[in-house]
């Protein structure tokens, strides 16, 4: 029997916001609690006692609850919910359904006979991509990198692009290129300015590929580019088929709270932290699906192509900006360096200078040094730092980035 024609359940219904919008007033608790009670109850509206079955006590409510009542717009909700109970049945529905799959990710992800055929705004659809031609990919790869955008312009947007995914709920990444839209395209940490040309310089361009495409799709050309401007001849995976989100399905409210506080990946703060900036890398890292040495060498990657949000200078352990190097880890890792804070009353930068102190090298923050004075951190760098290792580095970075630009993928598991 459904709910609806349950004469039980509506003459229950019907009594309970009898009793919720009776006026009730302010008592403290035995434990001395604020509370309320409602005023000269009926008994048959009064509970049983927990211990004296017998005796009859009157239901009670916290300021909470009595916010529904008193709050003028929550007053407006409870008054609509108990004049239609179908309304209620239906919200209630849909909040417990969100309240049980909101960390399952996109409904493409579900299973069962069950599966709603609904699309529903928070679980962030995406429309279906169509999978670029190779002379779609070459072409464009070929146009941007003659654009006269940069390494670090191309990389950093592909970066902000994907690096919103978090595992723990299946959301963000670069799939539907939300960074194109509100609220993503006005964070700080992606430069809206600079996010803003180079956008609108990849739309011209990208032709029949979709702009979440064309965006991985620049920042993995632009990584080749830096590749071979150090040496090495390396293709980076590419899989396209991803489609492009629209305002309208973006739910920008539940949005607002994805925007990093912290990126140390591009060295980004935007106020200062009740922790450590270093710990604030681990967390995001964490959320990526990132290992220890996947950290390590993007973070080293990602400074001396220039990544560095406001192209900042710490941690750009290199004269050759741009270029794929391991300049980072051997850097930072010369003994002929000596770092110092750069401000004595905070240990938030560092300065690097030459033995004799009479020279700054190099600036960095807590989360550059970390990777040198962290012994398993360390250990990794000595490995990128190695004399030999230079491919090795190369490779390794772009096996992690790949991972990255692909975190949201679900439909190549």
């Known amino acids: 029997m459904a709910i609806a024609e349950n004469s039980t359940y509506l003459g229950r219904y019907e009594a309970f916001w009898e009793r919720f919008l009776a006026p009730y007033e302010l008592v403290r ?13 009926d008994p048959e509206d009064m509970a049983p006692d927990a211990r004296d079955p017998n005796k009859r006590v009157p239901t009670m409510m916290t300021t909470a609850d009595m916010a529904l009542k008193m709050d003028p717009e929550f007053r407006a909700i409870s008054e609509r919910f108990r004049d239609d ?23 493409s992800l579900y299973l069962g006979p069950e599966v709603p055929a609904e699309d529903l705004i928070w679980q962030d659809p995406v429309p279906a ?23 670090a312009q191309l990389v950093k947007t592909a970066w902000a692009s994907a690096s919103t995914y978090r595992k723990s709920d299946k959301r963000g990444g670069a799939n539907g290129a939300r960074i194109a839209l509100a609220p993503q395209k006005d ?22 590929l979709s702009l979440a495409d064309a965006i991985v799709l620049a920042g993995s050309a632009a990584v080749e580019k830096a590749a071979k401007d150090a040496g090495f001849n390396v293709t980076v995976p590419f899989t396209g088929g991803r489609g492009d989100a629209t305002q309208e399905w973006t739910d920008i409210e539940s949005f607002v709270w994805m925007e990093p506080q912290a990126d140390g990946f591009r ?44 192209d900042s200078p710490d941690g750009v352990f290199t004269t050759r900006k741009g270029v794929l190097t391991n300049d980072f880890f051997v850097n930072l890792l010369d003994n002929d360096v000596f770092w110092e ?73």
């Open 29 to 41: 608790s035995p434990a001395g609690a604020q509370q309320w009670q409602p005023i000269n109850p």
């Open 129 to 151: 991509g169509t999978m670029p031609s190779d002379g779609d990919v070459a072409a464009f790869k070929a146009a941007v990198l003659a654009s006269g955008l940069t390494v």
């Open 267 to 310: 060295n980004y703060l935007k106020s200062p932290q009740p922790v450590k900036t270093e710990e604030l890398l681990l967390d995001r890292a964490s959320l990526l699906g990132l290992s220890a040495p996947e950290m390590t060498v993007l973070v080293g990657g990602l400074r001396v192509l220039g990544a560095n949000h406001g």
């Open 187 to 208: 964070w700080d940490v992606n430069e809206p300015a600079e996010l803003a040309k180079v956008l609108g310089k990849l739309n011209e361009l990208r032709g029949a």
């Open 85 to 107: 109970q179908a309304a209620l049945d239906d919200a209630f529905a849909r909040a417990w359904f969100k309240l049980c799959h909101r960390d399952m990710g996109p409904k």
């Open 341 to 413: 804070q750069a401000d004595p009353a905070s240990d938030d930068r560092f300065v690097g200078k030459d033995r004799n102190g009479n020279q700054v090298k190099w600036r960095g923050t807590r989360t550059d040094l970390v990777f040198g004075s962290n012994s398993q951190l360390r250990a990794t760098a000595e490995v990128y730092a190695e004399n030999g290792n230079e491919e090795k580095f190369v490779r390794d970075f772009i096996k992690a980035w790949v991972k990255v630009m692909n975190a949201d993928r679900f439909d190549l598991m």
